[in-house]
Every structure is written in structure tokens, then in C-alpha cells.
């Protein structure tokens, strides 16, 4: 099988999870939780063990490429983008939180602002992770797909139990098509290694605070040996690869 063929098919296994999502999980509610909190472990492992490592190269290649150009501290632009991406994420949560706070308060569904609010992101996170599935070159494309596929996972499984039936007839489709759309874009055009620098130092932000708003949440359902075996357990098939 071609390096397209196999970028093809591990784009369209990813964007699986968002329309099978449900028929992936544990029905039990306590085991569900310990698959979560194992997969936000595999997430979290896959940051620091290589995205991480990627990352600090990435940042390297931003300043030499960038060395002539007199931006303001280029030697910090990569990190400075992994922040960007926490904070974006993070703020997200925040926001719908807020909003969803208030509708309980007055018996209300879960609000279309925040529904919204959040599916939109979680799109632009789809454009790019499926993008980065195309040009990440740290990891084989597998071991990248299987990383991202347990975090979507997570993720599919927290807006179905906030947002319900809204997510269920339009919101899933619209994750999975951002993630094809970020695929196609990644196999139909290239990017100059400054910006993919700066795409991937977003990435590692949005990975690193939905996995932790997975594990912790604000209701602080996680649980800490499956969190741990799972990044143990995901390190360890990274060392041996």
C-alpha cells in the first residue's frame, strides 16, 4: 500500500470516530469513565513522548528558516502558538460551561450558543488534526491515528453527554467532515515549514487541555490508574516503535 493510500484510509478512520463513536464505547457508565480516563493517558503521552520532542525541531526549523525577517522573538514563536492553542480550547470550555450553567439555573436545555460555540471549535481542532495527519513526521501514520483516535474518542463521547440529541443528528457529521475536509487539504497542497511549525505547536495545545478537561472536567471524574496505564501503555508501544 502507497504512503496516499495509507494517509487516505487512516483520514477516514479517524473521521469513524466521530460517526461510530457511540458503538466504540463501554455502556457502562463507571468502566466508560475508566476508558476515558485511559485514553486521555494515551493522549497525554503521546504530547510528551514525541509531539513534545517534534515540537522543540519544529521550533528550530521556525528560527532559522524566520532568522532575516525581524520578528519579535522568533526563538519562542512555536511555544507561543502551544499556548495559544490551551487557552483557545480552554476558553471554550469556560464559555459553554457558563452558558450551560446558566440554562440549568433556569431549567433550560443546554444553550445553541454554547452548543455552537463549541461545536465550531472542535471543527477548526478537526481541520487540523486531519491536516497534521498528512504532514506530522514524528510518528508513523498508525501510531499518530491510534493517539488521535482515542482523544476524538474522549471528546465524541463528552458532547454527546452534554449537548444530546443536537450532537446526535448533525454535530458528529459536522466533526467527522472537518476532519476529511483537514485530510484532503493536508494531500492536496503544502505548506511552508514555518507555518506547519505553528500548526503543530496548536495542535499540542488543543491535545494537551481537552485531554486534561477529559480527565479532570469540571466535575473531576477522573481516574487516576486508568489515566496512568494508559499513558504508561501508549509510551511504551512509542519507545518500542
Same mark, same amino acid.
Given at each position: /500500500?502507497?504512503?496516499?493510500?495509507?494517509?487516505?484510509?487512516?483520514?477516514?478512520?479517524?473521521?469513524?470516530?466521530?460517526?461510530?463513536?457511540?458503538?466504540?464505547?463501554?455502556?457502562?457508565?463507571?468502566?466508560?469513565? =475508566?476508558?476515558?480516563?485511559?485514553?486521555?493517558?494515551?493522549?497525554?503521552?503521546?504530547?510528551?513522548?514525541?509531539?513534545?520532542?517534534?515540537?522543540?525541531?519544529?521550533?528550530?526549523?521556525?528560527?532559522?528558516?524566520?532568522?532575516?525577517?525581524?520578528?519579535?522573538?522568533?526563538? $519562542?514563536?512555536?511555544?507561543?502558538?502551544?499556548?495559544?492553542?490551551?487557552?483557545?480550547?480552554?476558553?471554550?470550555?469556560? /464559555?459553554?460551561?457558563?452558558?450551560?450553567?446558566? #440554562?440549568?439555573?433556569?431549567? #433550560? #436545555?443546554?444553550?445553541?450558543?454554547?452548543?455552537?460555540?463549541?461545536?465550531?471549535?472542535?471543527?477548526?481542532?478537526?481541520?487540523?488534526?486531519? =491536516?497534521? /495527519?498528512?504532514?506530522?513526521?514524528?510518528?508513523?501514520?498508525?501510531?499518530?491515528?491510534?493517539? %488521535?483516535?482515542?482523544?476524538? $474518542?474522549?471528546? #465524541?463521547?463528552? !458532547?454527546?453527554?452534554?449537548?444530546?440529541?443536537?450532537?446526535?443528528?448533525?454535530?458528529?457529521?459536522?466533526?467527522?467532515?472537518?476532519?476529511?475536509?483537514?485530510?484532503?487539504?493536508?494531500?492536496?497542497?503544502? %505548506?511552508?515549514?514555518?507555518?506547519?511549525?505553528?500548526?503543530?505547536?496548536?495542535?499540542?495545545?488543543?491535545?494537551?487541555?481537552?485531554? %486534561?478537561?477529559?480527565?479532570?472536567?469540571?466535575?473531576?471524574?477522573?481516574?487516576?490508574?486508568?489515566?496512568?496505564?494508559?499513558?504508561?501503555? =501508549?509510551?511504551?508501544? !512509542?519507545?518500542?516503535?
Amino acid at each position: /500500500m502507497n504512503a496516499l493510500a495509507i494517509q487516505l484510509s487512516a483520514i477516514f478512520a479517524l473521521a469513524c470516530v466521530f460517526v461510530f463513536g457511540k458503538y466504540l464505547r463501554i455502556s457502562s457508565p463507571v468502566y466508560s469513565q =475508566y476508558w476515558l480516563s485511559a485514553a486521555a493517558g494515551a493522549s497525554v503521552a503521546y504530547v510528551f513522548v514525541r509531539a513534545l520532542p517534534e515540537m522543540s525541531e519544529a521550533q528550530e526549523v521556525f528560527t532559522r528558516v524566520t532568522f532575516n525577517r525581524g520578528l519579535p522573538f522568533p526563538e $519562542l514563536h512555536v511555544y507561543t502558538a502551544a499556548l495559544i492553542g490551551l487557552l483557545f480550547f480552554d476558553g471554550l470550555e469556560h /464559555m459553554a460551561s457558563r452558558s450551560g450553567a446558566a #440554562d440549568r439555573v433556569r431549567g #433550560d #436545555d443546554a444553550s445553541p450558543f454554547a452548543y455552537r460555540l463549541q461545536l465550531g471549535g472542535f471543527a477548526v481542532y478537526g481541520v487540523l488534526v486531519g =491536516y497534521l /495527519m498528512v504532514h506530522q513526521r514524528s510518528l508513523p501514520t498508525l501510531l499518530y491515528l491510534i493517539a %488521535m483516535a482515542l482523544h476524538f $474518542l474522549a471528546v #465524541d463521547h463528552a !458532547l454527546e453527554r452534554e449537548y444530546g440529541s443536537p450532537y446526535e443528528r448533525t454535530g458528529r457529521w459536522l466533526l467527522a467532515s472537518a476532519i476529511l475536509a483537514g485530510g484532503l487539504a493536508g494531500i492536496l497542497t503544502s %505548506m511552508r515549514e514555518e507555518l506547519l511549525a505553528t500548526l503543530l505547536g496548536l495542535n499540542c495545545g488543543g491535545v494537551i487541555i481537552n485531554s %486534561m478537561i477529559t480527565e479532570l472536567g469540571s466535575e473531576k471524574k477522573g481516574h487516576f490508574w486508568p489515566f496512568c496505564l494508559g499513558a504508561i501503555a =501508549y509510551s511504551l508501544l !512509542l519507545l518500542l516503535i
